[in-house]
């Protein structure tokens, strides 16, 4: 990957977001109509949503929870009593089944032990409080926590995923060895927080299709006149 600095200018970052939002506003606006839809005002819901999208396709992961939910139902009491194998075979459409089973087994029985199964308790706390709390349960990590604050509560945060990361880190939000903190601290220096919940859509939309891991599609990108990995690619070429 070529360098990213970081520095970036407040002007340049608005005006990649507002490149970004021309090229996948639309998908993004359709996602936070979807917000209001149950999945996403239910914290153990996207918990268990996010849970099942790690390391698969959206589609895959949604065919995976709303087989879950039509089998069994996604709520911390009807997943603790479910069988493990019964979890298994309802989430297969998502992949790495057999753990990811296990880890909303334990996710719900822990959320049941600690908070009589309401996560909302712990979400009502203060943004870092809450946060803290989160990452203490079983295969929760900053991003998980950070997407439950933000998308639930609407916090100050903004998660880094993958495609966040590599994103800002290519165009020059962020620098080039940036840990997750690093990152999501030089985007929220650059961007107010109203913009958080979109600034994250629209990364992760860029990073899906056009700014790919492996070849990114630089000759179709939008942004590529703002971009610092492009700038160095083409002087690279001259
Ligand atoms: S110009 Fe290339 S590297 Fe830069 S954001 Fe676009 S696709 Fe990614």
Redesign the pocket.
Known sequence: MKKGTGKMDKEKANEIIRLLRKEHGVNVNEFIALKISKKYVDPFKLLIGTVLSQNTSDKNSMTAYDRLEEKIGVSPLKLAKADLTEIQEAIRPAGLHITKSIAIKKLAKEIIERYHGNLSLVLDKKTEEARKELMSLPHVGQKTADVLLLFIKNREVIPVDTHVAR?SK??GLAKHNAKYSEIQASLKKLYPPKNYLEIHLLLIS?GRK???AIK???GS????EL????AK?INASD
Do not use: F, G, L, W
Not at 221 to 224: A, F, G, H, L, T
Not at 227 to 230: G, I, L, R, S
């Open positions: 994103v290519r165009i860029h056009i700014c790919k990114p599609r630089c990108c939008p942004i590529q971009c610092e990995y492009a690619t």
